[in-house]
């Protein structure tokens, strides 16, 4: 979708650091880190937000997860990690495009803020 920054990643418009990438999934580190590995986790076709999936998506929303998890191996994330997906505005989602943070290497703390 033109203008949307996640699909100019997607397309090569805007550089990233590109950590997977399959015909339906890409991975690449966010821009601006809030753990020591903090990487995003997207589909390569437009879904603005989790409120916006149908139920054809389930597959890929499985393998959104199941990427997620095969990248916190390959950056061995051993100890745990945290996967997020805010979704609207309330919930501090700023891209609309739909991720999955992956957020590991410090302690986690709950309730999330
Ligand atoms: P959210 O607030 O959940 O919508 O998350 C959007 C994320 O995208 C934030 O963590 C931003 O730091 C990240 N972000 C914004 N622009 C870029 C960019 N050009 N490359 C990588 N990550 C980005």
Redesign the pocket.
Known sequence: MSGC?FCR?IAGE?P?TIVYRSDDVIA?R???PQAPTHI?VIPTRHIASLADVQASDTALLGRLITVAGQVAQAEKLNAGYRLVV?TGTQA????FHL?V?LLGGRAMHWPPG
């Open positions: 920054l990643i805007i990233a690449f966010d821009a601006h995003l805010n501090g989602q700023s891209v991720h943070h």
